[in-house]
């Protein structure tokens, strides 16, 4: 800069000496005029910059966010797969082991047969009439001996034994829509613990008893024998 100021008085003249004031003037103006410059600079690159990133995009995100699976989709989805399931299930079949037979058959005996006979209300049982009069049973107060009898016969060529304590049956009695237990007894006809041998073509009254009320003794029963064992479970309407 000092090199132009002096340029700019003509070639050929001599340069002319300057004093320490006039030095000092020369050295500020040059210095301010550097100043300027770098400012203008500065001003054009800041420029330039802001210019730069007006113009460039602002860079994507690469990675595309997943769009959310609404609830309503996933809960058809899991309903499909949990029908899909149960298709393949396979049918299970239901047994019923409850079924209607008759004494003979549900105790798989050939030669015996037994028929229900009736029903009689006792306040104790057997009577005194009868000629084995071993063993009584007497109805707790308000109640009544219900007897229920059968006759099991021999209907085979041969006498037949028969054993019915072997089987273990339980035997159950719905009188009137109440369900009552057949009592265990001492008697030698009862039912479910007879044993002894029938002759051909003879036939043995075997009894169940049980206890009921004095106003349903009044009635006339409407009675099912329901028996039970390890395997199965039957029962017989006696109406």
Do not use: H
């Not at 730069?52 to 609830?71: N, R, Y």
């Amino acid at each position: 800069m000092l090199l132009a100021i002096t340029f700019m008085t003509g070639c050929g003249n001599a340069i002319p000496e300057l004093n320490d004031q006039q030095q000092e003037l020369v050295v500020e103006y040059a210095a301010g005029m550097a100043l300027k410059y770098d400012v203008n600079r500065e001003s054009k690159l800041v420029e330039l910059t802001l210019e730069q990133e007006e113009t460039d995009p602002a860079p994507a995100d690469e990675t595309p966010e997943q769009e959310a699976v609404p609830d309503t989709e996933k809960a058809g989805e899991a309903d499909t797969n949990e029908d899909q399931q149960q298709e393949a299930l396979p049918d299970v079949a239901v047994i019923d082991n409850t079924q209607s037979t008759s004494i003979e058959a549900f105790l798989n005996l050939d030669s015996v047969t037994f028929t229900y006979t009736g029903c009689e209300t006792y306040d104790f049982y057997p009577d005194q009439n009868q000629e084995e009069f071993y063993f009584v049973m007497n109805a707790t107060q308000g109640n009544k001996l219900l007897v229920l009898k059968f006759m099991a016969e021999n209907i085979s060529g041969t006498e037949a034994v028969l054993d019915m304590n072997q089987s273990e049956t339980r035997y159950t009695l719905m009188v009137n829509g109440e369900r009552k237990n057949a009592l265990t007894t001492m008697l030698l006809n009862d039912l479910a613990y007879y044993q002894g041998t029938i002759a051909p073509g003879e036939s043995v009254e075997l009894v169940l008893v049980c206890e009921v009320s004095s106003e349903q003794a009044e009635m006339t029963p409407t009675l099912e024998l329901t028996m039970k064992n390890v395997e199965n479970t039957a029962t017989i309407s006696l109406n």
